[in-house]
Each structure stands twice: as structure tokens, then as C-alpha cells.
């Protein structure tokens, strides 16, 4: 069967959202993928602020890191922009200055790019009497969300895969915390699936290297890198609503953070707070990591330094105190 063929699948998710639907074009001449560029997430549909572009992004980034952080780099959606969407070269984005001072050969990296598109459907159920004369109507409204998950190699311009599912909101289904800080959980755990896929079909072309030792430290990102993001001074009008914000932000950013720790991150430097590290190490719980390697402190930077197999110099805030220390 020739690699230009198309392979597509159909593969039944659980829940109230639709099938996944995968397109597969093998490439043309053979690949080696060492890297995964992750930008903002394109919303259409709805106005949509920077930040939320953003934070999706870095769910993805997250969703990258659990998989195959020990194999592949990831830049995430802070690094790195599309600048025209109908370009699948690097034309389209701003990676290759950001590969270069990686040392990551630019036709070892691939991107994924990601849509979300709202669709909205009105309806009224009109109410009768006794007697068959009209008392008026119910007005409901439905939410669909269309997510479509495209992986691209920049350097032949080829899109290799191209995943599309939907989903939509049920208003009336059972609350599950979530709602505290993503109106659209379902879209967004929707967006995480079809990521985990792409990659699964990326690494396919894997670069065959050494897995990198777990480092037994479990890091959330400060929210304080949302608020950098445009369009999030709107979301904060005064001091409560952005104590409020930026604490629902903590949370979507790692939804398995308690009330507590989502506080306290809520109020930190952009960072990486230390929820949990192996005894006797050089950073500890409650620990927050200001800076990796003088570079900002997010979880794709620490991973791309790891991936090259020596300690990682980082600076650590403690009780109001900075020091040196070394990840190892």
C-alpha cells in the first residue's frame, strides 16, 4: 500500500462526545521526530481571550510531559506563536529561532496544532392549555464544541494527521468541581484526548535515545503565567474577582490541586511550586522554583534540560529566601 494512501479510522469515545475521526498520511520520505512544538490553541466561533488560548495549550504541553516528557522536548505555547494558520511550514509560526538555541534539528521537530469551535443552537418548546391554546415556550440553548488536533511537519510542510471529534455541554449534567474554573470541561478533557493521539502517532518516528530518570518532583505552574497572557487584566476588575481568577486559573492549569496549595500558588512569581519531592533532595515540598538554567520556570523547560542527561541548575525561592540548587 503506498505511504500516500489515506488511512482513516473511526474510534468511539465514552461519554456524551462523538467519534474520533483520524486522518493518517505517512510521510513521504522517511522522518526522526526528537521535539513537539505546542502553540496557542485557535478558538472560533466565540471571542475568546489570549490567556484561554493559552492555558489550553499548556494542558496539552501537560498532557505531552505525563506521556512521553522522557523521550521527546516540548515547547509549549508560551515559547512560541502561529502567525499565519493556513502555513504548515515554519513560515507559520515563530519555532525556529526557539529550536536553534535548543540545538534541535528543525526537521526533528514536528507541531501540533489545535482548533476549538463553538457552535451555538437555539430552540424553543412552546406550551399548550386544556383547551390546545398557547402558554408560551421554553427557551433552550445547546453548546457544541468542535475540536480538531492537527499534527504538522513544518520542514516538508505535510500535515501527517489530522484527529476531529466534538462534544457537547450538557447543561443539566451532574457537577463535578470542575465548573469552579472551566465552564467547558468536556471540551477541554476532549482536547487532552485528542493530543495524547497525535503523539501516539508522532513517536512513531521517535528518536531512539535513552529514557530520561524520573526526577520524583511533582511541579505546578503558577497562574501567574495566565495573567501574563493578553486580555487577563479584564478578567480581574478588582481585588476579589482577581484573587478568585487567579485561583480558578491554578486549578486549570493543575486540576488535582487542592484548595490550599491553589491559594498559595494563586499568589506567587511565575514559578513552579513543589508539591511533592523525593526525600532528601535538593528542593522539597513548598518549595518554589523561580528559574531553570536562568530560563523561565516551566515544566518543558526542566524537561528539555533533563532530557540531556546532566543536572539542571535551578533557582528556588524559599521562605522568602533564593538559592542556588541542582535537579539532578
Known amino acids: ?46 471571542l475568546a481571550p489570549g490567556w484561554r488560548r493559552f492555558e489550553l495549550a499548556q494542558r496539552q504541553v501537560e498532557v505531552g510531559l505525563s506521556d512521553c ?6 515547547f509549549g505555547p508560551s515559547e512560541v506563536q502561529v502567525s499565519r494558520w493556513e502555513e504548515p511550514g515554519w513560515l507559520g509560526n515563530t519555532a525556529v529561532p526557539l529550536l536553534a538555541r535548543a540545538a534541535v534539528p528543525v526537521d526533528q521537530a514536528v507541531l501540533i496544532r489545535s482548533t476549538v469551535e463553538q457552535r ?23 453548546t457544541t464544541w468542535l475540536v480538531t488536533v492537527e499534527l504538522v511537519h513544518p520542514s516538508s510542510r505535510a500535515i501527517i494527521a489530522e484527529l476531529n471529534a466534538q462534544v457537547v455541554i450538557d447543561p443539566f449534567a451532574e457537577p463535578t468541581g470542575e465548573e469552579e474554573f472551566d465552564a467547558a470541561a468536556p471540551m477541554t478533557h476532549l482536547l487532552e484526548r485528542l493530543t495524547k493521539q497525535a503523539l501516539q502517532i508522532a513517536r512513531r518516528w521517535e528518536l531512539d535515545r535513552p529514557n530520561t530518570r524520573d526526577s520524583g518532583l511533582t511541579l505546578a505552574l503558577s497562574p501567574a503565567i495566565t495573567a501574563a ?23 486549570f492549569l493543575s486540576p488535582w490541586l487542592t484548595d490550599d496549595q491553589a491559594a498559595k500558588l494563586a499568589r506567587t512569581t511565575p514559578s513552579l511550586l513543589v508539591v511533592a519531592a523525593p526525600g532528601g533532595g535538593s528542593v522539597q515540598p513548598g518549595d518554589l522554583i523561580l528559574s531553570v538554567d536562568g530560563q523561565p520556570a516551566l515544566p518543558e523547560v526542566l524537561a528539555r534540560k533533563r532530557l540531556a542527561g546532566v543536572p539542571v541548575e ?6 522568602g529566601n533564593e538559592r542556588d540548587a541542582v535537579i539532578p
Open 1 to 46: 500500500m503506498r505511504s500516500r494512501l489515506l488511512i482513516c479510522l473511526c474510534v468511539a469515545l465514552v461519554g456524551c462526545s462523538g467519534g474520533i475521526t483520524k486522518v493518517i498520511r505517512p510521510p513521504e520520505t522517511p522522518i526522526t521526530v526528537s521535539a513537539v512544538v505546542i502553540p496557542p490553541v485557535r478558538i472560533t466561533g466565540t
Open 69 to 74: 516528557g522522557d523521550r521527546l522536548a516540548f
Open 120 to 142: 451555538l443552537a437555539s430552540s424553543t418548546q412552546e406550551r399548550e392549555d386544556a383547551k390546545g391554546l398557547r402558554k408560551g415556550g421554553v427557551a433552550s440553548q445547546e
Open 229 to 251: 497572557q493578553p486580555d487577563s487584566a479584564e478578567a480581574q476588575t478588582d481585588a476579589l474577582q482577581a484573587e478568585i481568577w487567579m485561583q480558578a486559573r491554578a486549578r
Open 314 to 319: 535551578v533557582r528556588v525561592g524559599r521562605g
